[in-house]
């Protein structure tokens, strides 16, 4: 049974060793493909973070330009 914070809903990123049952051994490819999926949501994120960023820019520019409202 899974009891891990981070293995919630997902199966677990160990497995029994064939050679010796009563160790436990890690599961190199959960370990790899939970290392794909935060390096995707890091990217994801920093890109969402340079658009929201560009997008702050150039609309403070144009309020700039705007001048005030009377």
Same mark, same amino acid.
């Given at each position: 049974?899974?009891?891990?914070?981070?293995?919630?809903?997902?199966?677990?990123?160990?497995?029994?060793?064939?050679?010796?049952?009563?160790?436990?051994?890690?599961?190199?490819?959960?370990?790899?493909?939970?290392? !794909?999926?935060?390096? +995707?949501? +890091? +990217?994801?994120?920093?890109?969402?973070? !340079?658009?929201?960023?560009?997008?702050?820019? !150039?609309?403070?520019?144009?309020?700039?330009?705007?001048?005030?409202?009377?």
């Amino acid at each position: 049974m899974c009891r891990g914070c981070h293995a919630r809903f997902r199966r677990c990123g160990y497995r029994y060793a064939p050679e010796d049952p009563k160790s436990f051994t890690l599961d190199p490819a959960a370990s790899r493909r939970t290392s !794909v999926r935060d390096l +995707v949501f +890091v +990217v994801q994120i920093l890109v969402l973070g !340079v658009a929201a960023t560009v997008a702050g820019a !150039v609309f403070l520019q144009c309020w700039i330009e705007a001048g005030p409202v009377t």
